[in-house]
Each structure stands twice: as structure tokens, then as C-alpha cells.
């Protein structure tokens, strides 16, 4: 055994006070805290029983062992744990002045380059962080109380701006999440350009979490359809994004009329 290993090599204890080995001298079953995490595993609160020692530039490392039997498998975060771990990271990325989020941990003090030295740095040296969530809503105007829309930062009502397409027979019973649908809608003219218009506005500068809500008259085929493909662009541009649709799977709206379909 070499010298400087044989001066950590204490099994019984006497010296360090619990036993203690040299580097990569351990005994079988015994691991540390990183070698456990390897293994999906924890300490699970149980007691170190030995250490490592080993001798390093700046003094002396040291990692604890535990037993390999008594360790617990690893505990899975839940969404209310990742949630809590996403809120503090946004936290230490807010700025306490202009309170836009940033792709890092801010200094202390939580003040922005731009709002620190304002003469030295502009606002395209802050890029916003593109892991704030934005929300996607797609609702029918004909399914809401009173004909209001959600509440959210942008609404954009499709019902005038984009032909109906109930024309196309073959996709009335279907809705926004088939591929033909979206197909048809995003070739209605006007569709590609209020896409390319409001991805641009997700992209803008903000201080928080964005939601747009998009409508139709019943929420099925236009508002539906745009709002995925809106979150596809966003995802390819590394935007967190949550999708909702609130009337996408109900029936068609058919008027009474003629029993012909009706804005959808």
C-alpha cells in the first residue's frame, strides 16, 4: 500500500473516529452519496458508516459511505415539485426593475445588466428566457357565458378574419387536432400571416408567463387548428408552451336554420 494511502487506512476506526479508507480502497457495499445516486438510490436518512480520504492539492477530500442495503430508491419529483423548483429558478432570473426573465441567474441584487448600467448595455443584451410558459387557449364564442372571451393577454377573434371552413364536407366532424383540418385552415388566406404575426409577438420582451386565447365560433376547427400549430412553432423555437381547448370536443355547431354547419 502505498505511503500516502496507508495514511487514510484506518478500518477500525481509531484514528478518524469511524473507519476510514483510502481512495477507490473501500469495502464492497458500502457506496457514496454520487455512487448511490448512479444507482437510482438514496441514503433514505440512514447513519454514515465509513468515509473516503484521499489527499488533494488544497488539503484533504473526504466523502462519506453508506451501506448499499440500507439505501432507498430515489424519490420522483412530482409536478408540484418541479413547479416549486421552476417559480424559484424564475425568481433568480427576474429583474427587480423592469421585471423581465432572463436566460440566467441574475447577481445578487436581481438587477438586469440593462437596468444597472443603462449606458452600457442595451435591451438586446437581455434576451428573454425562453422556458417562461406560454399558454395557449383555443374556446368557441358560441360555447361561452355571454359570449366573452377567456381572459388573457391576446385574444384574437377568427370568426370575420378567416374564411369558415365547413365548406370542406369531409372535415365537419372533425376537429383542430387532425392534420387534415389544420391543413385546410392554414391555407385559408390570412392564416399564415396572423401565425408568422403572433409568433413574433410570443417573442417580444416580457415580464412572465404569456396567454393568448384564440376563438371561433364554436371552437372546433379554426381556433383549434391554429392554436396547435402556433404551439408547434413556438416548441421548434424552444418555447415552453401549455395548450388548452375548451370546446374542441364538443359537437359541431349546426344552425337551425337550414341544418347547414355553422361558423366553426
Known sequence: MPRIAGRFYDPTG???????????????????????????LRPGGAAVV??????????VGVAYLYRLAEAKPKRTPTAGNLRAVAAMLAARSTCQVCRLTFEYCLPVGRVCLHCAQPDRYS?????????TPITLVSFGFRHMPGGAPPVADRVEDVRQRLRDPASARDILDLNGFDARVQAVVLNTPGAAE???NLVAYAQLPRTGPL????????????ACALVRLLAARLRERGFLVI????????PRIVRDDDNTPAAA
Open 243 to 250: 395548450e388548452g381547448h375548451l370546446h374542441a370536443h364538443l
Open 14 to 40: 481509531r484514528r478518524y473516529g469511524i473507519p476510514t479508507y483510502p481512495w477507490r480502497m473501500a469495502p464492497d457495499g458500502l457506496a457514496t452519496k454520487r455512487q448511490l445516486t448512479a444507482r437510482g
Open 123 to 131: 435591451r438586446q443584451d437581455v434576451p428573454v428566457n425562453p422556458s
Open 194 to 196: 396572423l401565425l408568422d
Open 50 to 59: 465509513a468515509q473516503i480520504m484521499w489527499q488533494r492539492s488544497r488539503g
Open 211 to 222: 396567454h393568448i386565447a384564440i376563438g371561433c365560433a364554436g371552437g372546433k376547427h379554426r
